[in-house]
């Protein structure tokens, strides 16, 4: 079983937003006032849940649902840094961030091996049915719901394994092998 480390790392980056959140903004240069403080805290309790809920091993549905949440995080955060120049500097870093996290969770989305339905545990089924069910009605939902279908197409095994040996002899008996002189080659004429 692969692990996705990336909500581990969230995980880290969520408790450290809720515990240091004026160091936080002290490091990238942000104002440091009540409003902003509250602001990082709550987005490190965000961070947080999603690393808990989504855990080291998320299904397509709950992974594209990351991906869907992180990416409107960054528009968000983009569009206050746009409007508020006072924030500009907060919500331009939270934005470069969130988009990060939105564009790993695409990359494992697309790439990243996932457990198939018949492996999913029955209270993660219920969270899968219900990550789909929020992604048919979101903006931008359909590509993600897209890439989930793709992702559990690739996980299940095609019929024809089932009834295949699961590996082949590239040397039945009576082959010949190329790589051999014919000197070493074994007698096929059953001499005795």
């Not at 649902?65 to 409107?72: M, Q, Y």
């Not at 995080?73 to 939270?94: C, E, K, Y």
């Not at 969130?98 to 790993?104: I, Q, R, T, Y």
């Amino acid at each position: 079983m692969t692990y996705r480390w990336v909500e581990l790392a969230r995980g880290v980056w969520g408790v450290a937003l809720l515990v240091a959140s004026r160091r936080a903004l002290d490091t990238v240069g942000a104002t440091t006032d009540g409003t902003s403080i509250a602001v990082v805290r709550v987005l490190g309790a965000r961070q947080l849940t999603q690393a808990v809920l989504s855990g080291l091993h998320p299904s397509p549905e709950v992974l594209a649902t990351g991906v869907w949440v992180d990416a409107v995080h960054a528009a968000t955060s983009a569009a206050l840094a746009a409007v508020n120049p006072r924030r500009g500097v907060a919500g331009s870093v939270d934005a470069v961030i969130a988009a990060g996290w939105a564009l790993a969770g695409l990359r494992d989305l697309w790439r990243a091996p996932t457990y198939g339905p018949s492996l999913t545990p029955g209270h993660d089924r219920v969270r899968d049915r219900l990550a789909r069910l929020v992604l048919r009605h979101v903006p931008g939902g359909a590509p993600l719901l897209t890439l989930v279908d793709r992702a559990r197409r690739r996980d299940r095994p095609s019929p024809r394994s089932a009834t295949e040996p699961a590996h082949e002899d590239p040397h039945p008996v009576g082959h010949r092998h190329r790589d051999r002189p014919a000197e070493h080659q074994p007698d096929d004429r059953g001499a005795t």
